[in-house]
T-cell receptor, first 111, second 114 residues
Framework: GQQLNQSPQSMFIQEGEDVSMNCTSS?????WLWYKQEPGEGPVLLIA?????ELTSNGRLTAQFGITRKDSFLNISASIPSDVGIYFC???????????FGKGITLSVRP | EADIYQTPRYLVIGTGKKITLECSQT?????MYWYQQDPGMELHLIHY???????EKGDLSSESTVSRIRTEHFPLTLESARPSHTSQYLC?????????????FGSGTRLTVV
């Protein structure tokens, strides 16, 4: 089946630093989604990407849909303590296809 | 604020008990999903529904069952809980209308079976 690869499993950065996360797949997707999950809560949608090459921003977050449709990245600029959480990428092939999730990256921000 | 609600948030229950985890959404979404997530791990799809009276099993085998009698309600039932069912259960919904295909998740139910 389809698999999404996110690594490393954990990232530790200093407050104010920028951080970039990658998500790669062995097969193509037509929609890429980035979610953040905080402890004890469900994932919250950060950014949705619908076209290859698309670059979309949401505040300090920027995400891109790779040209090959097999990857996506998420950038967080000027990190703050509340950026702490687990960041999941998810891919979907078609409107009626199921969502495939990566294993997530746990981000820690040192004040 | 949440438009998709899960109850209870936390549940500790004895082995062999029957339990129902509730999920309701007020967005009129056709598609609803149940995911199982162990701590620090990815989400695994266990059930989904594309509308009233439609239910399908997901990628991860689960001993739970679901029903979809009303658009807004998608409960998950475990007939006989076991310690291996201990996990977080997340409900989600989405619509195909418009350009946004993103899923909206509930806050989850953390189930512990002792």
């Amino acid at each position: 089946g389809q698999q999404l690869n996110q690594s490393p499993q954990s990232m530790f950065i200093q407050e104010g630093e920028d951080v970039s996360m990658n998500c790669t797949s062995s097969s193509i997707f037509n929609t890429w989604l980035w979610y953040k999950q905080e402890p004890g809560e469900g994932p919250v949608l950060l950014i949705a990407l619908y076209k290859a090459g698309e670059l979309t921003s949401n505040g300090r977050l920027t995400a891109q849909f790779g040209i090959t449709r097999k990857d996506s990245f998420l950038n967080i600029s000027a990190s703050i303590p509340s950026d702490v959480g687990i960041y999941f990428c998810a891919g979907q092939l078609g409107a009626n296809s199921k969502l495939t999730f990566g294993k997530g990256i746990t981000l820690s921000v040192r004040p | 604020e949440a438009d998709i609600y899960q109850t209870p948030r936390y549940l500790v229950i004895g082995t062999g008990k029957k339990i129902t985890l509730e999920c309701s959404q007020t967005m009129g979404h056709d598609k609803m999903y149940w995911y199982q997530q162990d701590p620090g791990m990815e989400l695994h799809l266990i059930h989904y529904s594309y509308g009233v009276n439609s239910t399908e099993k997901g990628d991860l085998s689960s001993e739970s069952t679901v029903s979809r009698i009303r658009t807004e309600h998608f409960p998950l039932t475990l007939e006989s809980a076991r310690p291996s069912h201990t996990s977080q259960y997340l409900c989600a919904s989405r619509t195909d209308r418009g350009a946004n295909y993103g899923y909206t998740f509930g806050s989850g139910t953390r189930l512990t079976v002792v």
